[in-house]
C-alpha cells in the first residue's frame, strides 16, 4: 500500500520558504530573511581546502570524522568551557548541526517519548522530533520573560515519557541568551527527570552582552548533556555542511551507529577546512562578531524608533521586533513590506504560535543596506493606521 508515511505527512513544510520562493522573483530586494551569514567563509580557511585538494585529500575518513579534528574540537571545548570530551569515542563530527540534531534524537527517543522544546524556535526542532517518532511538547515563551521559557511551566510539562529537553542559546529566532543561573536550574529539573539536555549552542560565539554558558560545563550536566555545535555562523561556512556532536560516550556511539549508516562520514574537503578554522580562525571570529554587534545595535535602535518594539538580543544575529503596534499579524506585515517596500523578514509564527504578533529580521548585511531597510520599515509602518505615524 503506497503513501507517505503519517510522521511525515503530518508535518507542514516551512513557513520560511514561502518567502525566499516569493524574493526570488523579485529584484531590488533588500533581504533580512537569510539565517547565514553575509560574509564569505576566511581566505586562509579555503586555501587549506585548496591545498588539501591539490594533495589529493578526496576520501572517506573514520565515520567519527578525522582525529586531528576531533582533537581540536576536544581542545577549543576545553579551552572556551572548561569541559572535558574524549576526541576518540565523545566527539562525532557531522553533515552539520542539523544531522547532529537529527542523531541526537533517533539516538534517545522511543515512539511516543516527549521532547521538551521551546517557541520560539528554529524551525526544525518539532519535525526532528516528530521525524524521530518522538511528541514535541511546546513551551511558548514571551518578551517579557527575554523570551526564556518559565520554570514552572516546564516543571509542569514533564511526564514519565519526556526523553529530553531540547534548547538553544543564544536563540533563532529571538536572539534570546541565557544566563549560568537560569540554565543551571533547567539542568536541574532535567536532573530530577532523569532526562537529556540537547543543547544547540551553534551562536555560543556571537554572544554579545555577557559570556556563553556551555551547557554541558554545568554541574551534573556533562552526563545527561549531547552538545551540538558546529562551523556554519561562527566561520561563515553555512555551505560546507560540518558541525559536530559531543556527548557521553553510549549516546556518540548510538549516534555515529546512524551516522555510518546514512552518511557514513562529513566531507572531507569540508572537515579541513574546520581544521583549519580552529587552527586559524579566531581572528576571523571576533572581527565578524564585531561587525555583526554594528549591526545589531543600529537594527534595534531603528525598530524600536520605528514605533516597533524590540528587545535587546543578546547572541546570534537576529532582532524580534514586536509588530502588534501595527494592528497587522505578522504574516500580513511581513507581505506588505516585501510588496511594498521590497525588503524581507520572516513572520515570527514560522517558528512556533507564540511567535505570532513578532517577525524575526537578520542582520547578517552590510550596515549601509540595514540602514536603507531600515528607511523602508519606518516608511510601512509610518503609512499605516493606528501606528505611531498615524499621529
Ligand atoms: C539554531 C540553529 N541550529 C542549527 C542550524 C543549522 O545549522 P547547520 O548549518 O550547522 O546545519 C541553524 C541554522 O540556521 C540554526 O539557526
Given at each position: 500500500?503506497?503513501g507517505?508515511?503519517?510522521n511525515?505527512a503530518?508535518v507542514?513544510?516551512?513557513?520560511?520558504?514561502?518567502?525566499?520562493d516569493i524574493?526570488?522573483?523579485?529584484?531590488?530586494?533588500?533581504?533580512?530573511?537569510?539565517?547565514?551569514?553575509?560574509f564569505v567563509t576566511?581566505?586562509r580557511l579555503?586555501?587549506a581546502?585548496?591545498?588539501?585538494?591539490?594533495?589529493?585529500?578526496?576520501n572517506?575518513?573514520s565515520?567519527?570524522?578525522?582525529l586531528?579534528?576531533r582533537?581540536?574540537?576536544s581542545g577549543?571545548?576545553k579551552?572556551?568551557?572548561g569541559?572535558?570530551?574524549?576526541?576518540?569515542d565523545?566527539?562525532l563530527?557531522?553533515v552539520?548541526?542539523?544531522?547532529?540534531?537529527?542523531?541526537?534524537?533517533?539516538?534517545?527517543?522511543?515512539p511516543?517519548?516527549?521532547?521538551?522544546v521551546?517557541?520560539?524556535?528554529?524551525v526544525?526542532y518539532?519535525?526532528?522530533?516528530?521525524f524521530?517518532?518522538?511528541?514535541?511538547v511546546?513551551?511558548?515563551t514571551?518578551?517579557e520573560?527575554?523570551?526564556?521559557?518559565?520554570?514552572?511551566?516546564?516543571?509542569a510539562a514533564?511526564?514519565?515519557?519526556?526523553?529530553a529537553?531540547l534548547?538553544?542559546?543564544?536563540?533563532n529566532?529571538?536572539?534570546a541568551?541565557a544566563?549560568?543561573e537560569?540554565?543551571?536550574e533547567l539542568?536541574?529539573?532535567?536532573?530530577?527527570a532523569?532526562c537529556?539536555v540537547?543543547?544547540?549552542e551553534?551562536y555560543d560565539?556571537?554572544?554579545?552582552?555577557?559570556?556563553?554558558?556551555?551547557?554541558?560545563?554545568l554541574?551534573g550536566?556533562a552526563?545527561?548533556?549531547?552538545?551540538?555545535n558546529g562551523?556554519?555562523?561562527?566561520?561563515?561556512?553555512t555551505?560546507?555542511?560540518i558541525?559536530y556532536?559531543?556527548?557521553?560516550?553510549?549516546?556518540?556511539?548510538a549516534?555515529?551507529?546512524?551516522?555510518q549508516?546514512?552518511?557514513?562520514?562529513?566531507p572531507?574537503?569540508a572537515?579541513?577546512?574546520?581544521v583549519e578554522?580552529?587552527?586559524?580562525?579566531?581572528?576571523?571570529?571576533r572581527e565578524m562578531?564585531?561587525e555583526?554587534?554594528?549591526?545589531r545595535?543600529l537594527?534595534?535602535?531603528r525598530?524600536?524608533?520605528?514605533?516597533?518594539?524590540c528587545?535587546?538580543?543578546?547572541?546570534?544575529?537576529?532582532a524580534?521586533?514586536?509588530?502588534?503596534?501595527?494592528g497587522?499579524?505578522?504574516e500580513?506585515?511581513a507581505e506588505?513590506?516585501l510588496?511594498?517596500?521590497?525588503?524581507?523578514?520572516v513572520p515570527?509564527?514560522?517558528?512556533?504560535?507564540?511567535?505570532e504578533?513578532?517577525?524575526?529580521?537578520?542582520y547578517?548585511?552590510?550596515?549601509?543596506?540595514?540602514?536603507?531597510?531600515?528607511?523602508?520599515?519606518?516608511?510601512?509602518?509610518?503609512?499605516l493606521?493606528?501606528?505611531?505615524g498615524?499621529t
Amino acid at each position: 500500500m503506497r503513501g507517505i508515511a503519517s510522521n511525515v505527512a503530518s508535518v507542514s513544510a516551512s513557513g520560511i520558504r514561502r518567502f525566499f520562493d516569493i524574493v526570488a522573483d523579485m529584484k531590488d530586494v533588500i533581504s533580512l530573511g537569510v539565517c547565514e551569514p553575509d560574509f564569505v567563509t576566511p581566505w586562509r580557511l579555503r586555501e587549506a581546502c585548496v591545498f588539501s585538494l591539490e594533495r589529493g585529500r578526496t576520501n572517506y575518513t573514520s565515520n567519527w570524522g578525522l582525529l586531528s579534528l576531533r582533537k581540536l574540537i576536544s581542545g577549543h571545548l576545553k579551552s572556551l568551557y572548561g569541559v572535558d570530551y574524549q576526541p576518540e569515542d565523545q566527539i562525532l563530527v557531522t553533515v552539520g548541526v542539523s544531522e547532529a540534531l537529527d542523531l541526537a534524537l533517533r539516538a534517545v527517543v522511543d515512539p511516543g517519548d516527549e521532547v521538551i522544546v521551546f517557541e520560539p524556535c528554529y524551525v526544525s526542532y518539532a519535525p526532528c522530533v516528530t521525524f524521530a517518532g518522538g511528541t514535541p511538547v511546546r513551551i511558548p515563551t514571551f518578551a517579557e520573560d527575554g523570551f526564556l521559557p518559565r520554570l514552572d511551566d516546564v516543571r509542569a510539562a514533564l511526564t514519565p515519557r519526556t526523553k529530553a529537553i531540547l534548547l538553544s542559546y543564544p536563540n533563532n529566532p529571538t536572539g534570546a541568551t541565557a544566563g549560568r543561573e537560569f540554565l543551571k536550574e533547567l539542568v536541574e529539573i532535567a536532573r530530577d527527570a532523569d532526562c537529556y539536555v540537547i543543547s544547540d549552542e551553534i551562536y555560543d560565539r556571537l554572544t554579545y552582552v555577557g559570556t556563553h554558558t556551555c551547557v554541558s560545563s554545568l554541574e551534573g550536566a556533562a552526563e545527561r548533556t549531547i552538545l551540538l555545535n558546529g562551523f556554519s555562523k561562527a566561520y561563515a561556512m553555512t555551505g560546507w555542511r560540518i558541525g559536530y556532536a559531543a556527548a557521553p560516550p553510549d549516546v556518540a556511539e548510538a549516534m555515529m551507529k546512524i551516522h555510518q549508516y546514512v552518511a557514513l562520514c562529513a566531507p572531507i574537503t569540508a572537515q579541513e577546512a574546520a581544521v583549519e578554522a580552529l587552527n586559524a580562525g579566531e581572528q576571523s571570529v571576533r572581527e565578524m562578531k564585531t561587525e555583526y554587534n554594528r549591526r545589531r545595535r543600529l537594527i534595534v535602535k531603528r525598530f524600536n524608533e520605528a514605533g516597533l518594539k524590540c528587545g535587546d538580543p543578546g547572541g546570534a544575529f537576529y532582532a524580534f521586533p514586536s509588530v502588534k503596534e501595527t494592528g497587522l499579524t505578522s504574516e500580513e506585515f511581513a507581505e506588505r513590506l516585501l510588496y511594498e517596500k521590497k525588503v524581507v523578514v520572516v513572520p515570527g509564527g514560522a517558528f512556533g504560535e507564540c511567535g505570532e504578533g513578532y517577525v524575526r529580521a537578520a542582520y547578517a548585511t552590510s550596515l549601509d543596506r540595514i540602514e536603507e531597510a531600515m528607511a523602508r520599515v519606518a516608511e510601512l509602518v509610518a503609512s499605516l493606521p493606528g501606528t505611531a505615524g498615524d499621529t
